[in-house]
């Protein structure tokens, strides 16, 4: 059984991003991190291939600082890393972003699942997730909480997911695209062991044309970027007892039209 998991770098949660002086997004000196809802979809990604006796593969698409996300995920214990990179994906949308994947997953040949993050933080979206199953033309899973069973003979997967509106019990056949929520697992930490192997690593850059895919005509384009307008935060303390201060603090609501 081979996996595929997608993941990507993204700033630290607690980097101060802003738009500089140049109309570049930047978020300065701030590490990057692994994009947070990967980190189940990466360790999902080992456990089914460990129980398959199968390998793990992960892909970037994006510039060189996206090796970052790749490495760690070697120190985690995925078998390869790949990164797709081409001067045509500067700024790219979703569905070109969705294009380059499909094509590295089908260089790949002979995947059976491919688990993906329930989005990506940064640009907080999972509109990519449903056009890689689209590009692909495989059954599409999301917010998956569980993997009950995986029959590797008749190529099904059997899933829970998690709804507003409760639990979802669901068979598709393989191969399939899944999306996953935390509490599928415990994502674990890479050992040093990993660390060192990783760092040593070389991982191989895939451009458009060595995938023999052509992007899509635009479907939207960013103009520019602007940083929110400031506000003027002010802090009242309300007085009395919790029942005082409850009453209080609807009337404000009210009164500021918030309620």
Same mark, same amino acid.
């Given at each position: 059984?081979?996996?595929?998991?997608?993941?990507?770098?993204?700033?630290?949660?607690?980097?101060?991003?802003?738009?500089?002086?140049?109309?570049?997004?930047?978020?300065?000196?701030?590490?990057?991190?692994?994009?947070?809802?990967?980190?189940?979809?990466?360790?999902?990604? #080992?456990? =089914?291939?460990?129980?398959?006796?199968?390998?793990?593969?992960? #892909?970037?698409?994006?510039?060189?600082?996206?090796?970052?996300?790749?490495?760690?995920?070697?120190?985690?214990?995925?078998?390869?890393?790949?990164?797709?990179?081409?001067?045509? &994906?500067?700024?790219?949308?979703?569905?070109?972003?969705?294009?380059?994947?499909?094509?590295?997953?089908?260089?790949?040949?002979?995947?059976? &699942?491919? #688990?993906?993050?329930?989005?990506?933080?940064?640009?907080?979206?999972?509109?990519?997730?449903? =056009?890689? *199953?689209?590009?692909?033309?495989?059954?599409?899973?999301?917010?998956?909480?569980?993997?009950?069973?995986?029959? @590797?003979?008749?190529?099904?997967?059997?899933?829970?997911?998690?709804?507003?509106?409760?639990? =979802?019990?669901?068979?598709?056949? &393989?191969?399939?695209?899944?999306?996953?929520?935390?509490?599928?697992?415990?994502?674990? @930490?890479?050992?040093? #062991?990993?660390?060192?192997?990783?760092?040593? *690593?070389?991982?191989?850059?895939?451009?458009?044309?060595?995938?023999?895919?052509?992007?899509?005509?635009?479907?939207?384009?960013?103009?520019?970027?602007?940083?929110?307008?400031?506000?003027?935060?002010?802090?009242?303390?309300?007085?009395?007892?919790?029942?005082?201060?409850?009453?209080?603090?609807?009337?404000?609501?009210?009164?500021?039209?918030? &309620?």
């Amino acid at each position: 059984m081979h996996v595929i998991v997608m993941t990507r770098s993204t700033p630290d949660t607690a980097a101060k991003v802003e738009v500089g002086k140049d109309g570049n997004v930047t978020w300065g000196d701030a590490a990057t991190v692994v994009n947070p809802w990967d980190e189940y979809a990466l360790e999902e990604a #080992i456990l =089914q291939a460990k129980n398959a006796d199968g390998k793990a593969t992960v #892909i970037a698409v994006g510039p060189e600082m996206n090796n970052d996300a790749l490495k760690h995920s070697l120190a985690m214990g995925l078998n390869e890393a790949v990164r797709v990179w081409d001067a045509a &994906l500067e700024n790219a949308d979703s569905l070109a972003y969705a294009t380059a994947a499909a094509g590295a997953i089908k260089k790949l040949g002979d995947v059976d &699942l491919v #688990i993906l993050g329930k989005e990506s933080i940064d640009v907080g979206t999972d509109q990519h997730n449903y =056009q890689i *199953a689209r590009k692909l033309g495989w059954p599409m899973l999301s917010y998956v909480s569980k993997i009950l069973a995986v029959d @590797y003979a008749a190529k099904t997967i059997k899933v829970e997911r998690l709804l507003e509106e409760g639990k =979802q019990i669901v068979t598709s056949k &393989l191969p399939a695209v899944i999306s996953v929520m935390k509490d599928i697992n415990e994502p674990r @930490y890479p050992s040093f #062991i990993g660390i060192r192997k990783a760092a040593k *690593a070389a991982i191989p850059e895939w451009s458009l044309a060595d995938l023999g895919v052509t992007l899509p005509g635009t479907k939207s384009k960013v103009l520019a970027f602007s940083n929110p307008p400031a506000r003027e935060v002010k802090v009242e303390m309300i007085d009395g007892t919790p029942e005082e201060q409850a009453a209080k603090l609807v009337d404000r609501l009210l009164e500021d039209k918030v &309620l």
